[in-house]
């Protein structure tokens, strides 16, 4: 009964990157538990399940594949890599409506599940979660998940 319950909460799902729309060169990962974006990134640290949101349904949490159980948090709106500790404050800040991307309808953006007037985005190539109120910042707030 346990293994029904866990697998029916984290189904297998494939390991994801997230590509920005802006620097397609550059893709979201984890560095010391800090998340940004990097060039020539290989290898689990920028890798992702992309979970149904730990806040409800019809959301997405993004898992770490190298650190299972720990997902993209934001707090203070910058993001880090953390573990999930069970609070309802922990899932509302690692949960993420996926949206058409801001910059191009063919991409996603992701708007914050206890903030709903910010996203997240890149700036300085660091992850934030802000509001997106200029051509720029659709841009930087618009990725494309991939394999």
Not at 1 to 20: G, I, N, Y
Not at 85 to 109: E, I, R
């Amino acid at each position: 009964a346990e293994e029904s319950r866990v697998l029916d909460r984290w189904p297998d799902t494939p390991a994801q990157r997230l590509q920005s729309y802006n620097f397609p060169d550059r893709y979201v990962r984890h560095a010391d538990f800090d998340v940004r974006i990097d060039q020539n990134v290989t290898g689990p640290d920028a890798q992702f399940r992309l979970r149904r949101g730990l806040a409800g349904s019809g959301t997405v949490s993004f898992e770490s594949v190298n650190y299972p159980g720990h997902f993209l948090r934001h707090s203070g709106y910058d993001f880090r890599l953390a573990l999930d500790d069970g609070t309802s404050q922990f899932a509302a800040d690692a949960t993420f409506h996926q949206v058409a991307g801001l910059a191009d309808a063919g991409w996603s953006s992701f708007r914050s599940y206890n903030h709903p007037d910010r996203y997240i985005r890149h700036y300085a190539y660091e992850l934030r979660l802000d509001p997106v109120t200029t051509a720029t910042a659709r841009s930087d707030a618009t990725f494309r998940v991939t394999s």
